[in-house]
């Protein structure tokens, strides 16, 4: 089966079914568009997109982030598909208590460079599992979120 056909097959699966049902009923499909998003955020082109990207994406994030400011100062604050880092400047400016976290090896790395010091962790927004419950004040999932 070539690329392209597993692509379009695990589309058509996906959006023919409710998330759950997705989930329980077509583990390939799943796998295989875990692949292809693999594939696309690790692509160089991808990465070198991601690495110069900063500040708010629009008008609308900010004010997201603005609203719960108070509530989250110097609490814990995580930070899913952290990617190159657009984020973590924005985000430590509420707290330094920040964990920042991405499944793209290659954003962790560029991420981690970025910014030397923060807490930048390789890992599945699906599986929190290295986090105690209730560990955050703030979960943050932004622009591809």
Not at 61 to 72: C, F, G, I, M
Request: charged fraction near 25%; aromatic fraction near 6%; charge should be negative.
């Amino acid at each position: 089966m070539s690329d392209a056909a597993g692509e379009s097959s695990a589309r058509r699966v996906l959006l023919s079914l409710p998330m759950s049902q997705a989930q329980h009923q077509a583990p390939e499909a799943l796998r295989q568009m875990d692949l292809i998003n693999r594939r696309a955020w690790s692509d160089r082109a991808t990465v070198q997109s991601f690495r110069h990207r900063e500040g708010w994406t629009d008008p609308g994030e900010s004010a997201a982030v603005e609203h719960v400011r108070a509530d989250a100062a110097n609490q814990p604050i995580l930070d899913l598909g952290v990617g190159a880092g657009r984020t973590v400047p924005l985000l430590l400016s509420i707290s330094r208590n920040y964990v920042g976290l991405d499944y793209t090896p290659e954003l962790v790395d560029v991420c981690r460079k970025k910014h030397p010091g923060v807490r930048i962790v390789q890992g599945d927004a699906r599986d929190l599992s290295q986090f105690a419950d209730e560990s955050f004040q703030l979960v943050v999932f932004s622009f591809n979120g």
